[in-house]
């Protein structure tokens, strides 16, 4: 049976108030460190700059707006007034102002038309609205199970909480790691030479910046084994457990099935956004490939978090904690797959090197095309097919009754009725 959660009004009250009091720390925060970071590299000259500034500035757009948005609704929520149902239309105007992104900030790159000041935004615009596009598209299929204010606020936990949270747990994580293996790589024969030299090489900026010889200390099979470990075993776990935190925040209101799913899907877009805007700043040679690529990885993380959202429902709407063990287990291994695969097209890119004579950008734009013709085959497809079958699934539970319009209280909904009275 279905467990009273028993949120008294005060409470309710309390949750309103500390989800403003987060939703304006987190706008502070980032917009005065991403503003500090373009600040202090304004007066730079070197081959990093636009990359500083880019990162800076898109964090400090990020937190304003998405700050300033969870801020309002959060403070809509405390006065008591209702947010309505979220039925998005037009949802090609995305699509138009994406490939304007994509073609007006390339142009910036090629052409050096004012970069430093506008390619910031028109890289926040390519990051984000391929997750909005999936967000708006599901919505609008699930009949507006969800109000604005909850799509914002999961968007919101997505990106600005669960995303600098996952980054800590894998930071400290491969710490950890890097640690043993160094303490365990000092113990063996030979050991502190090998160490010395890597050091060396390390503060050896040509060295580092030579991808053959990057390649030739990455493609060793300890190093391989490690990375594989990490890159397809730790972060997917770390991620699938931390992304969808707003899901579980909300867990006491019962949501119903639908909902659930939609604001997994949400905290996964908000995710990938942020994420994007990180990683594809790393680079800016091969930035229009990388971020095209990252469309896959936002599928990606969409629909690992409509299954996360779903198991998140089966475990504390439904008790059945076995189900969400799997739903989480399974999120886990179609990450951990994914992440596998690039890192294999990685290692690809880096054996086809001609001995170190490729530039950056070439190596990037060489890895885009390996990667493309990778996702451009069954695992993409499988996510997409993935995706549109958990919301065909949450689809058929949303009752035709159903007003999300109602103002968010905070307080319990209903699950479906077929739902009610079932356990394992």
């Known amino acids: 049976m279905l467990k009273s959660v028993g949120w008294g009004y005060p409470m309710r009250e309390l949750l309103r108030i500390l989800v403003l009091v987060v939703a304006l720390t987190a706008l502070v925060i980032g917009a005065v460190l991403g503003l500090l970071t373009v600040a202090l590299s304004l007066g730079d000259s070197g081959p990093d700059t636009l990359s500083i500034i880019t990162l800076g500035g898109s964090l400090s757009i990020l937190s304003l707006s998405l700050g300033s948005a969870s801020a309002w609704h959060a403070w809509q929520a405390v006065r008591g007034n209702p947010s309505t149902a979220f039925r998005p239309k037009r949802i090609w105007l995305l699509a138009v102002l994406y490939v304007m992104a994509l073609a007006l900030g390339q142009a910036l790159l090629s052409l050096s038309l004012l970069p430093i000041f506008a390619f910031p935004f028109l890289h926040v615009a390519a990051t984000t609205i391929p997750a909005l596009i999936i967000v708006a598209l599901i919505g609008r299929a699930l009949r507006g199970v969800s109000t604005w204010r909850d799509l914002v606020l999961q968007v919101t936990g997505g990106a600005l909480l669960a995303t600098p949270l996952a980054f800590i747990v894998e930071a400290t994580a491969v710490l950890l790691i890097v640690t043993a293996a160094i303490i365990g790589l000092a113990y063996q024969p030979g050991g502190l030479d090998l160490l010395e030299r890597i050091?060396?090489?390390?503060?050896?900026?040509?060295?580092?910046?030579?991808?053959?010889?990057?390649?030739?200390?990455?493609?060793?099979?300890?190093?391989?084994?490690?990375?594989?470990?990490?890159?397809?075993?730790?972060?997917?776990?770390?991620?699938?457990?931390?992304?969808?935190?707003?899901?579980?925040?909300?867990?006491?209101?019962?949501?119903?099935?639908?909902?659930?799913?939609?604001?997994?899907?949400?905290?996964?877009?908000?995710?990938?956004?942020?994420?994007?805007?990180?990683?594809?700043?790393?680079?800016?040679?091969?930035?229009?490939?990388?971020?095209?690529?990252?469309?896959?990885?936002?599928?990606?993380?969409?629909?690992?978090?409509?299954?996360?959202?779903?198991?998140?429902?089966?475990?504390?709407?439904?008790?059945?904690?076995?189900?969400?063990?799997?739903?989480?287990?399974?999120?886990?291994?179609?990450?951990?797959?994914?992440?596998?695969?690039?890192l294999g097209v990685t290692v690809l890119a880096l054996k086809s090197l001609d001995g170190g004579a490729l530039s950056t950008g070439q190596v990037t734009m060489g890895l885009g095309v390996l990667a493309i013709l990778a996702l451009l085959g069954a695992p993409a497809l499988g996510m997409v097919g993935g995706l549109v079958g958990l919301t065909v699934y949450a689809r058929r539970q949303v009752s035709p009754q159903a007003d999300t319009s109602q103002p968010m209280t905070f307080g319990r909904q209903e699950p479906p009725p077929e739902d009610v009275g079932q356990e394992d």
């Open 199 to 342: 050091a060396t090489q390390l503060q050896d900026s040509a060295w580092l910046q030579d991808p053959g010889a990057l390649g030739s200390v990455v493609l060793t099979p300890a190093v391989m084994v490690t990375a594989l470990a990490i890159i397809a075993g730790i972060v997917p776990m770390i991620e699938e457990t931390v992304k969808t935190v707003g899901v579980a925040i909300a867990g006491y209101r019962r949501p119903s099935l639908p909902q659930a799913v939609f604001w997994g899907i949400a905290a996964g877009a908000g995710f990938a956004i942020a994420e994007g805007l990180l990683n594809a700043t790393v680079d800016l040679a091969g930035w229009l490939v990388v971020v095209v690529l990252r469309v896959g990885t936002t599928l990606l993380h969409c629909t690992t978090g409509a299954v996360m959202g779903l198991a998140w429902y089966q475990g504390l709407a439904l008790s059945r904690r076995s189900r969400a063990v799997a739903l989480y287990l399974a999120s886990v291994a179609v990450h951990g797959l994914w992440n596998a695969l690039t």
